[in-house]
């Protein structure tokens, strides 16, 4: 299982970071990432981490603003996001998917969390 936590309402330019912790599996080869979806909008994707390297991957809109670090100890994968913008109002899912490729489509991914609403007020 995945639980998604840390949401909430900031002002644009603050931060927020979300927690994505697995539970009931070991973490190994698994590619572990974050989608959003914003109002009336399709789900898109955010940023994912090779869970067993440590390497990771960041949409344009996201690229010097979020990073997806990972607490192997704690089983958790976080979403730091920095100067964040009205745009970036979402619900933030995040997702897992065994192996070792990145892919930015939601169809790659086995298992979700439920979402955590963010909010960026200008």
């Known amino acids: 299982q995945l639980q998604a936590s840390g949401g909430g309402l900031v002002q644009a330019g603050g931060s927020l970071r979300l927690s994505c912790t697995v539970s009931g599996r070991t973490l190994k080869q698994h590619i572990i990432g974050w989608f959003r979806q914003g109002p009336g909008e399709e789900r898109e994707f955010v940023a994912a981490?090779?869970?067993?390297?440590?390497?990771?991957t960041y949409v344009d809109s996201v690229k010097g603003r979020f990073t997806i670090p990972r607490d192997i100890a704690k089983n958790t994968v976080y979403l730091q996001m920095n100067s964040l913008k009205p745009e970036d109002t979402a619900v933030y899912f995040c997702?897992?998917?065994?192996?070792?490729?990145?892919?930015?489509?939601?169809?790659?991914?086995?298992?979700w969390g439920q979402g955590t609403q963010v909010t960026v007020s200008s």
């Open positions: 981490i090779r869970w067993s390297v440590g390497s990771t």
């Open positions: 997702a897992a998917r065994e192996g070792n490729y990145f892919y930015n489509t939601q169809n790659r991914y086995d298992f």
